[in-house]
């Protein structure tokens, strides 16, 4: 007879559904509505209650560090709530972080079946599709695309977020995925209408990726694709250089080619990098025109240089705000509640806000938690990828977990670097499925057996 399925996997299956479909998001008061909110206490409940009934075996995935890392954090967090101007934020953000915690525990360390593992994978493909098509959706029909940060753009009517409020999150999954689906594409399918189903997705979230607008994320897919294929070099070209994905690179760049604005963005996007470095990129040729090339390039030089003061200045914020409490902080969760004090200190950093996002993950856990606090955060993300590092020596030899464990490092370092210009760790709904997707690897790729290449 065979074993049924624990409650514990409905309820995970159920989470990769619903976390990345459902943005709703609502308040009771002061507490909050989200599927988050409800399907992690959930999850808990229905763990502890299997466990105790010893309907679940958890499996040797070593989780320890990663839990006094977790705890350290924790407790440099509750520190700084002496330093808190006000306790409602605080215990909001320690809650949803103790949810991260207990979530990724949980997918990590319970013992799963070869078929449970592939319902996982088969769920999360159907998910990520539905939301690009919906995505696709949106931009064809003008259907709730979000309409700000459309300067350096002459043709396009909005950007996508597909299923994630705002197009920076939605920009943010995607690189965190990318990699780990182009690999899959290129390197482990190996029948062709497979692959090209795979290489289909794959451009799915590229034009998705494009039609949010979201310059950084722009420049981060570029580079993740970049690595993507040089990580495994040899084996990547010698599989993408076939006919049919050829073609299919082909089909694809000639719709990017022809989406709109994406040369007015693309140049957008290199007139920021531009702007962080002593090298001239981009110049006019011809600036004596008053019209044609040169006089665009022009505005959309101003424009974006508008935007780049605007980030910088966001920056400083955090900065001063860290500089100015540089050993706890400002007491975590805390942020927004002195923003309108450091701005006051410091004339210059006013923007028009009374509250603003600082635009940068490590700048705001820098300034609610102090030195020591930011040390301690990143020594979370250090050890992630000690793991990652150890799984891989442990599995070099199985094609699959090594695929997926490259496009884990890839996807999780785009994840990181685009927290330098946006808030994702601090986006329920985008870090719920980092901490979960990353939770499901690491226990795939320590407990189970290799599989065949569909």
């Known amino acids: 007879m065979e074993k049924q399925h624990s409650w514990t996997y409905y309820v995970i299956l159920l989470m990769i559904v619903i976390i990345p479909l459902v943005p709703f998001k609502g308040y009771i008061g002061p507490v909050p509505l989200s599927a988050e909110v409800f399907l992690i206490p959930l999850l808990t409940a229905v763990f502890l209650w299997e466990w105790v009934q010893g309907r679940i075996k958890l499996n040797d995935t070593p989780v320890n560090m990663f839990l006094y890392l977790f705890g350290i954090f924790l407790l440099v967090q509750l520190i700084s709530l002496s330093q ?22 949980i997918v ?57 409020v705002n197009p920076n999150y939605w920009g943010g999954f995607i690189n965190f995925v990318l990699p780990v689906i182009l690999l899959v594409a290129v390197i ?67 719709i990017v080619y022809h989406l709109p604005d994406v040369e007015n963005r693309a140049v957008s996007s290199l007139l920021v990098i531009q702007s962080f470095i ?30 780049v003061v605007s980030r ?7 900065w001063y705000m860290w500089r100015d409490h540089p050993v706890i902080g400002v007491g975590i969760g805390n942020y927004y509640e002195r923003y309108k004090d450091t701005v006051a200190k410091y004339p210059e950093l006013d923007i028009g806000h009374d509250r603003y996002s600082v635009h ?21 993300y250090l050890y992630y990828y000690v793991q ?9 030899d199985e094609l699959l977990k090594k695929i997926l464990l490259i496009g884990l490092f890839i996807g999780s370092g785009t994840f990181l670097g685009q927290n330098l210009a946006n808030n994702l760790i601090f986006i329920p709904q985008v870090n719920v499925l980092f901490w979960l997707v990353s939770g499901l690897l690491f226990n795939y790729v320590h407990s189970s057996t290799s599989s065949s290449p569909i």
């Open 360 to 380: 940068n993950s490590y700048l705001k856990v820098a300034a609610e938690t102090g030195t020591i606090g930011l040390i301690s955060f990143l020594l979370i």
């Open 388 to 396: 990652i590092g150890r799984e891989y020596i442990r599995n070099r």
């Open 108 to 164: 990590m360390k319970v013992r799963f079946t070869q078929m449970e593992y592939r319902h996982f994978a088969y769920t999360f493909l159907g998910t990520l599709t539905i939301a690009v098509v919906y995505g696709l959706f949106q931009f064809v029909f003008d259907f709730n695309l979000n309409k700000a940060g459309l300067y350096a753009l002459d043709d396009a009517w909005g950007r996508v977020p597909s299923t994630m």
């Open 188 to 254: 482990y399918v190996k029948k062709k209408p497979w692959q090209l189903v795979f290489f289909g997705l794959f451009s799915m979230l590229v034009i998705n990726q494009l039609l949010t607008y979201t310059r950084s994320a722009w420049v981060i897919m570029v580079l993740a694709i970049i690595l993507t294929a040089l990580m495994m070099p040899k084996m990547f070209f010698k599989k993408f250089l076939t006919v049919h994905l050829l073609i299919a690179t082909l089909f694809l760049a000639s």
């Open 84 to 105: 808190a101007v006000a306790l409602l934020p605080a215990v909001k953000e320690i809650v949803r972080y103790i949810s991260y915690v207990v979530l990724f525990y």
């Open 312 to 318: 910088t200045t966001l920056w400083k914020t955090g």
């Open 278 to 307: 002593p090298i001239q990129v981009i110049q006019p040729q011809g600036a004596d025109q008053a019209d044609g090339p040169a006089e665009n390039l022009k505005e959309n030089k101003e424009d974006t240089s508008k935007a």
